[in-house]
Structures are given as structure tokens and as C-alpha cells.
């Protein structure tokens, strides 16, 4: 079975919420037509009845009409739409006087119709609503006084009541579903961009975007939604097609380097020391592209959200000697002091492997752009909410303009100027992914030939 489409079916469930309430509306009217009807009826009866009873005397036992001429001739002459069939029998429900407008049919006698109630009743094949009112002389019943009215006026009216809603209902209900679909398709047509839009969507074009309806209800949220979902879906490919770029770019150059070398040393014999040199290179470089590899590793585990976070109280303290200890060569090679402040033990919650990465990599970066006999100081404070982590060193320092580029992927700052110290640009890169997720917030100040510090706040 076909599905109906999102317009018809708002349609149709706006047009079956409005046919139970049409329909309770309907039944309402007919409902108090009927009860109207009735209530007109019953008083002209009960009008009829005081009526006649002013007109009779009992004597004897006997129902008299005080003007019997009179009344015949009045009842003879009379023009109803409705009118008032009477009728007098004895106690025992026995004929005794009718009115002539009866002609040759008579009102039944009810004998188990409660007195002084109206019922229904039929007068032969006619429709009637009568009451029975008992005569007394004394305590003692001598008759009852019948009066009736037609009830066919009132059914017909009923009736053609009846068809004309039938007739109706089925007319309106039909009339409102096409209104109801024609606004249905203009509230909705806000998704026919969002299909449109979606289905010009492809890998190498995510610069469609949905068109916000002037309205802002839901679908605009949606809309705008969707759009912000495409932003973020496009500068993720961008950013991986450039980190795809710049990763095959410097994964080439240390091979370009290695193959250079490797066929400068085969062209023709050398001696052992110059097979040594180059072969000692040859190394460096492949320990450089492995080092490059294990941090492009490193960053796409994290941009995939693949490494699950091990918190842990780790202690700062220790955590910072052991990454300085581990430094300790570089940190002899250049003369550099390094100084640790800590005015008491620091813990934190924190993943403590990737908490030792962001702090190894900023160690490193400060030995690394620091000058021979150099001075780093790694300083933890704390206020009222957080651990306040701070590294200085007195190096080269980076310029204003570059601080704004240091956490792309792969820049470095004036590596031109300074070729003789190594990086693959992608250290800054991981602090910062990593601080991220692990909601430490760094900030960097830097002056040029100056130095560079490094803040990291963590939470206590």
C-alpha cells in the first residue's frame, strides 16, 4: 500500500481531528433542534389541557361540557398547523366524547402510561405526543381527558435536519481537506528546498546552502540547523584535504632527502668516513619521517575521537620532573638551565598520557627554540578554581602576526630564518587538539628575540 505523502498527511490528520469535532457539532444542533421541538410541543399540550379543563364540569359522576355546541363548533372551524386532537373516556379508558377534528379515528388509551406524563403514542398510522390527565369528583377518578398533537410537522423538520447535515458533512469535510493540503503545501514548502538543496549536495560542492523561511518557526530552526551541519561538514573536508595535503607534502620531503643522499653516495666509491656521514644522515632523516608519522597518527586518532579519555589524579609535580628528566640530553647539549617552582604538591583529574603529551611537546618546543645557556622555568600556581601551569623560556620568540597561525597544522613560524632547528609543524597542532579534549584551556604570549610563554590552565 502506497504511503501518503507528508502534505497529505498532515492534511489528513487536520481533517480527521475536524470531522469528530464537526460531527459533535452536528449531533449538538440536531440534538437541540429535537429537544426545542419537543419542548414547544409538550407546552401547547399542557396549554391545550388547561384549556379544556376550564371547559368541563363534573356532575354526578358525569363529564359535562359547560358549552358542548359551542365547543364543537370552534373545534369544527379552527385552523392548526398543529392542532389538538381531545378526547374524554371513562375510568375504565371507555370512548365518551372526542373533538370532531378526530373524525372517525380515536386517541388510545394508555392504562399503564403514567398520569399527567407526556409519552408517545400513534394515532392509527400518525405520530402523536398525548397525555392523560385523570378527572376527579371528589378522591374519586370518573375519566381522563386525552390530549394529543401531531408529532409529523416535527419529524419532518427533524428530517430534513438530518439529510441536510448528512448531505453537508461529507461536502465540508471534503472542502477543508483541499484547503487544508493547499496550506499544508505552502507550510511545508520550505522542505522541498531542504530535498532540493540536499540532493545539489555532493563531496565537491558543500557550498549550497538552504534558503531560511521568513518565518521563524520550526523549520526555520531546522533550515538554519541543516545549514550550520553543512559549515561544519565543509570546513571538516577542508581541513582534511589540506591536512591530506600538507601530510603527503612533508612525508615526500624527507624521502626526496634520503633518495638525494642515497644516490649522490652510489655514483661513485667513497671512503668510510664519507659512507659513515651519509649514511648517519640517512638515519636522522628516517628518524625525523618516523617521528612525523607518529604524530600524524597521533592527530588523526584524535580528530576520529577514537582514543577513549582515562581520567586519573595525576600529580603535576612528578609529572613535569619525569618529562624534564626525559629531556635531560637536549637540555645538556644546550647548557640550558631549566628551573621547576612549586610551592606545594599539585594534583589534577585529568588522561595522564595525553597530559604528559601536551607538557612533553611544550618542554621540547622551549629547548628547541632556546639558545645555548638558555634559561626555562616551569612554574604551578593555583587560585580559587584552577591550576595555573606556566612555561618560559627566553628563546627566539614568536612574532605578533605568526601567533595567530601557530596551532594550524604544520606552520611554523619563520623556519626560514632559523633552517638548523628541525619540526614538522604539527607539535602546537596536538596541544591544542588535546587541551581540548581534555577542557584545558592554553593560551600563548610571545615576543620576538625575547621568548615565549606557555599558560596552561587545568581545573582543580
Not at 359522576?61 to 355546541?69: A, M, R, S, Y
Not at 628518524?287 to 600524524?296: A, F, I, K, T, Y
Request: proline residues 2%; charged residues 25%; aromatic residues 8%.
Amino acid at each position: 500500500m502506497q504511503q501518503l505523502s507528508f502534505k497529505n498527511r498532515i492534511a489528513s490528520n487536520y481533517i480527521i481531528t475536524t470531522a469528530l469535532l464537526i460531527f459533535v457539532v452536528f449531533l449538538a444542533i440536531y440534538s437541540i433542534v429535537k429537544f426545542s421541538v419537543y419542548i414547544k410541543v409538550n407546552n401547547d399540550i399542557k396549554f391545550e389541557v388547561a384549556k379544556h379543563l376550564k371547559e368541563i364540569e363534573i356532575k354526578e359522576n358525569c363529564v359535562l361540557l359547560i358549552q358542548e355546541k359551542q365547543w364543537k363548533l370552534k373545534q369544527n372551524n379552527t385552523v392548526d398547523v398543529s392542532p389538538a386532537f381531545i378526547q374524554f373516556v371513562d375510568e375504565l379508558g371507555a370512548f365518551v366524547e372526542k373533538s370532531p377534528n378526530l373524525k372517525l379515528k380515536k386517541l388510545a388509551y394508555d392504562s399503564k402510561a403514567i398520569n399527567n406524563v407526556l409519552f408517545d403514542s400513534k394515532l392509527e398510522d400518525i405520530s402523536v405526543r398525548q397525555i392523560q390527565v385523570p378527572l376527579y369528583q371528589g378522591t374519586k377518578i370518573i375519566g381522563y381527558i386525552i390530549v394529543a398533537m401531531s408529532l409529523e410537522n416535527s419529524a419532518m423538520v427533524l428530517k430534513n435536519l438530518s439529510k441536510t447535515l448528512i448531505i453537508a458533512y461529507p461536502l465540508i469535510l471534503l472542502l477543508l481537506f483541499i484547503i487544508a493540503r493547499f496550506i499544508a503545501g505552502k507550510s511545508i514548502k520550505p522542505i522541498s528546498a531542504i530535498i532540493q538543496t540536499s540532493n545539489n549536495i555532493t563531496k565537491d560542492n558543500l557550498k549550497a546552502r538552504i534558503p531560511l523561511p521568513q518565518n521563524k518557526d520550526e523549520l526555520h530552526l531546522l533550515s538554519q540547523t541543516i545549514n550550520n551541519l553543512l559549515d561544519r561538514v565543509e570546513n571538516a573536508i577542508d581541513r582534511e584535504k589540506q591536512f591530506t595535503s600538507d601530510a603527503s607534502h612533508e612525508l615526500r620531503t624527507p624521502l626526496a632527502i634520503i633518495k638525494g643522499t642515497l644516490e649522490v653516495l652510489v655514483r661513485k666509491p667513497r671512503t668510510e668516513a664519507e659512507y659513515k656521514e651519509k649514511i648517519d644522515f640517512c638515519v636522522t632523516e628516517v628518524n625525523r619521517l618516523n617521528h612525523l608519522v607518529d604524530e600524524l597518527l597521533l592527530l588523526a586518532r584524535f580528530e576520529n575521537q577514537r582514543q577513549n579519555l582515562k581520567l586519573d589524579n595525576v600529580y603535576l609535580n612528578g609529572l613535569i620532573v619525569e618529562l624534564v628528566s626525559r629531556n635531560s640530553s637536549a637540555i645538556k647539549e644546550k647548557k640550558i638551565t631549566c628551573n621547576t617552582n612549586f610551592s606545594k604538591d599539585f594534583y589534577t583529574q585529568t588522561d595522564s598520557y595525553l597530559c604528559s603529551i601536551i607538557i612533553n611537546n611544550l618542554i621540547t618546543n622551549a629547548i628547541k627554540y632556546s639558545k645555548k645557556e638558555a634559561i626555562i622555568s616551569i612554574d604551578i600556581a593555583e587560585n580559587e578554581t584552577n591550576l595555573i601551569c606556566t612555561i618560559t623560556d627566553n628563546g627566539i620568540g614568536i612574532s605578533e602576526e605568526d601567533l595567530q597561525k601557530i596551532f594550524e597544522q604544520f606552520y611554523r613560524s619563520n623556519s626560514g630564518q632559523h633552517p638548523e632547528i628541525k619540526g614538522t609543524g604539527l607539535g602546537l597542532s596536538i596541544v591544542k587538539r588535546l587541551c581540548l579534549l581534555l577542557d584545558i584551556e592554553v593560551k600563548i604570549d610571545s615576543v620576538e628575540n625575547i621568548g615565549t610563554k606557555v599558560i596552561l590552565h587545568f581545573s582543580k
